[in-house]
């Protein structure tokens, strides 16, 4: 099994949606780098099987709306950085199956 880094920092192609094609069922992924984008929203399937994902950045983008359940798959997540977006208010029960969060 062998660890998986997505690093899509917003450089030459700015990314408006999370990739789900791209990034599913392409072997494990221990980290997911998305920051520094354009994604507005998370939906509840953006990170769907992704079950050994530790790592999450999704800081500098333009999201302002996180659906309930986005991260209900991520029960291995430890890091999520949602920092510098436009949220001024998350889903009730949003992180109950990542238990593993110690730092957001």
Do not use: C, Y
Not at 3 to 16: D, E, M, N, S, W
């Amino acid at each position: 099994m062998a660890v998986r880094h997505f690093i899509f920092k917003g450089r030459l192609l700015v990314l408006t949606f999370i990739p789900t094609e791209a990034i599913e069922n392409h072997g494990v992924w221990w980290k997911k780098d998305l920051e520094k984008n354009n994604i507005t929203r998370i939906t509840k399937t953006d990170f769907t099987g992704l079950k050994n994902l530790r790592v999450l950045h999704l800081e500098e983008n333009q999201i302002s709306v996180i659906e309930r359940g986005a991260f209900q798959d991520l029960k291995q997540l430890e890091r999520l950085r949602l920092n510098k977006n436009k949220l001024q208010v998350l889903p009730e029960l949003l992180f109950q199956n990542t238990q593993k969060l110690t730092r957001l």
